[in-house]
C-alpha cells in the first residue's frame, strides 16, 4: 500500500450495523412518505384533470409550489420554519422522522400528481364513451375503464419516482433524521474514514435503488406496461 | 314512435352543427343515416344518447325526454346500445369481461347469470372461442362483433351504430354486417350512420340523407337510390356509386 494513504476497511465491521439502521430509517420514510404521496398525489393528479375551478386552482398552486422549490427548503421550512410557529402556538412539534415522512409525501404527491393527470388524459376518451353509453356512471367509468389502463401507464414514472424520493431522503441529514447519510456522518465524527464510510454510504444508496429498478423492470415485463 | 327528434340544434360553440334536425322512428325500424363527411351524421346519432348535449330542440327516446334535466341518463342510456366507428373495446378486459361489465357493475345483475347471457351473446356473434381473449388478440372485424355484443348485454331497445364498418379491412366488413342483418331481421330498431350503400339497400327500412346539419331527404332505399329528388343528394350518389 502506498505510504500515508492508510485505507482501513476493518472500519467498515464497525460502521456496518450502524449503517444498517440508517437503511431501516431510509426505507421506512421512503415507503411510507410514497404511500401517502400517492394518495396526494392522486387526489391532486385528478383534480388538474378536473373541470371545477377552485379544485383546479388548489391542486396547480400545491403542484407548482412544490415543484418551484428544492426539497431541501420544503424539509427545513417545515422542521425548523413550521414547527417553530407550533412551539409557539400549541406548544407542541413534528417530530424529525414524522417530519420528514411528511416532507417526502408533500414533495413526491407533487410529482406523482403529475404523473396521475398526464396518464388519466392519455387514454383515449372513446374509453370514457363506451363506458357511459352503457349506462354507467361517470365514477364508475373512471373507477372500472379508465383508472385500470392509467394506472398500468404510471407504473413506469412511478418506479422512476421511487428512486428519487429514496435518494431525496438523504437531505433528512440536515433535519437530524437518523437515516442512512446521517449515520454515515456520524460514524465519520467518531473514525475520520471520511473515504472508506462516504463509499459504504454510496454503495448501499446504489445497492437499494437498483433493487428497485431491477424489480421494476421485472413489473412492467410481467405487465406489459411501455 | 320510439325515437321522436324535433328542431333539433347543436352548436360547438359558434359553430351550428345541427341547424334543426325532425325526424321520426319507429319501433323495429331500420334506419340508415347517410351524407357526406363533416355533415352531423355521428353529432345527430350521439344527441339521441345525449354522449353529446342538446343545444335547443326536443328529444324523445322510448318515452324518456333527453332535455328534461329530471331524466335520468344513464337510465336512459342502459335502452340505447351504441356501437363505435373505432369499437372502443376496453383492452384491459376480454372479451366475455368487456361484454359482463355494465351488466355486473351497472345494473348489478348476478354474475353467473350474466356470464351466460354473455357467453350467448358471444356465440351469436360468432366469437365463442374468443371469450377469454384480449382485444390486442382480435381482428378488427372481431374487436366490432365484441363491441356490438357488449351493447347486446344490456338489453337495448334500440342500437346505434355510427360508422361500425368504416375502420376495417375491406375483407372484415362482411363478417360485421351479417351481424348487424340478422339483428334487424330479429327486429331491433337500429339507426346506423353508414358507406355501406349495399347494406343500407338490403336491410334499411328507411335512408336519410343529411348535408350540411339538416336533413336533406329521406325515403325508402329503393327511392333514395333509384329516384332521388334533391339535387345534393344526387350529386352525393353519384359520388360515391
Ligand atoms: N366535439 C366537437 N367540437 C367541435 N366541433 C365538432 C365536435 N364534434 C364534431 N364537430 C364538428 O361538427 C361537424 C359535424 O361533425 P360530425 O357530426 O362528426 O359529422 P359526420 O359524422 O357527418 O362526419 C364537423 O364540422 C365537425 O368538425
Ligand atoms: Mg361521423
Known amino acids: 500500500m502506498v505510504s500515508g494513504f492508510n485505507l482501513d476497511w476493518g472500519i467498515a465491521i464497525y460502521a ?74 400549541i406548544n407542541w412539534k413534528i417530530e424529525s422522522v414524522p417530519a420528514g415522512i411528511i416532507a417526502i409525501a408533500i414533495n413526491s ?26 349506462g354507467l356512471s361517470s365514477f364508475k367509468t373512471f373507477y372500472y375503464v379508465v383508472w385500470p389502463q392509467a394506472f398500468k401507464r404510471m407504473i413506469p414514472p412511478l418506479g422512476n419516482q421511487f428512486i428519487i424520493s429514496l435518494k431525496d431522503t438523504s437531505l433528512f441529514a440536515f433535519i437530524a433524521v437518523g437515516e442512512l447519510l446521517r449515520q454515515g456522518q456520524i460514524v465519520i465524527s467518531a473514525t475520520f474514514a471520511a473515504f472508506e464510510i462516504y463509499t459504504m454510504v454510496a454503495v448501499l444508496y446504489l445497492a437499494m435503488t437498483l433493487s428497485i429498478s431491477t424489480v421494476l423492470r421485472f413489473v412492467e415485463k410481467r405487465l406489459d406496461v411501455s | 314512435m320510439i325515437i321522436k327528434v324535433e328542431n333539433l340544434h347543436k352548436s360547438f360553440g359558434e359553430l351550428e352543427v345541427l341547424k334543426g334536425i325532425d325526424c321520426e322512428i319507429a319501433e323495429r325500424e331500420v334506419v340508415c343515416v347517410i351524407g357526406p363527411s363533416g355533415s352531423g351524421k355521428s ?68 354474475r353467473d347469470q350474466v356470464n351466460q347471457t354473455a357467453l350467448k351473446l358471444l356465440e351469436k356473434v360468432g366469437l365463442s372461442d374468443k ?11 372481431q374487436m366490432q362483433r365484441v363491441a356490438i355484443a357488449r351493447a347486446l348485454a344490456m338489453n337495448p331497445r334500440i342500437m346505434l351504430f355510427d360508422e361500425p364498418t368504416s375502420a376495417l379491412d375491406p375483407e372484415l366488413v362482411g363478417e360485421v354486417l351479417t351481424v348487424m342483418k340478422e339483428l334487424a331481421r330479429e327486429g331491433m330498431t337500429m339507426v346506423v350512420v353508414t358507406h355501406e350503400m349495399g347494406f343500407a339497400r338490403e336491410v334499411a327500412d328507411r335512408v336519410i340523407f343529411m348535408d350540411h346539419g339538416v336533413i336533406v331527404e329521406e325515403n325508402t332505399p329503393q327511392e333514395i337510390f333509384t329516384n332521388p329528388q334533391n339535387e345534393r343528394t344526387r350529386a352525393f350518389l353519384n359520388m360515391i356509386l
Request: hydrophobic share 45%; charged share 15%; aromatic share 8%.
Open chain 1, 16 to 89: 456496518l450495523p450502524l449503517l444498517l439502521g440508517g437503511i431501516k430509517l431510509t426505507i421506512i420514510i421512503t415507503i411510507a412518505g410514497l404511500f401517502f404521496g400517492f394518495l396526494l398525489g392522486a387526489a391532486a393528479g385528478l383534480a388538474r384533470t378536473s373541470k371545477n375551478k377552485p379544485l383546479y386552482g388548489i391542486a396547480t398552486v400545491y403542484v407548482e409550489a412544490i415543484r418551484g422549490t428544492p426539497i431541501l427548503v420544503q424539509a427545513l421550512y417545515l422542521y425548523f420554519g413550521v414547527n417553530q410557529l407550533l412551539m409557539q402556538t
Open chain 2, 43 to 110: 353529432t345527430f346519432l350521439r344527441c339521441l344518447n345525449l354522449l353529446e348535449g342538446i343545444t335547443s330542440g326536443k328529444v324523445i327516446v322510448n318515452g324518456h325526454d333527453l332535455t328534461d334535466p329530471k331524466t335520468d341518463i344513464n337510465k336512459v342510456r342502459t335502452e340505447v346500445g351504441m356501437v363505435f366507428q373505432q369499437f372502443n373495446l376496453f383492452p384491459h378486459m376480454t372479451a366475455l369481461q368487456n361484454v359482463t361489465l355494465a351488466p355486473v357493475k351497472g345494473l348489478g345483475l348476478p
Open chain 1, 109 to 134: 404527491g407533487a410529482y406523482i400528481a403529475e404523473i396521475v393527470r398526464g396518464a388519466v388524459q392519455s387514454i383515449d376518451k372513446g374509453q370514457v364513451e363506451a363506458g357511459r353509453s352503457l
Open chain 2, 131 to 141: 371469450a377469454h381473449v384480449y382485444p390486442q388478440n382480435l381482428s378488427g372485424g
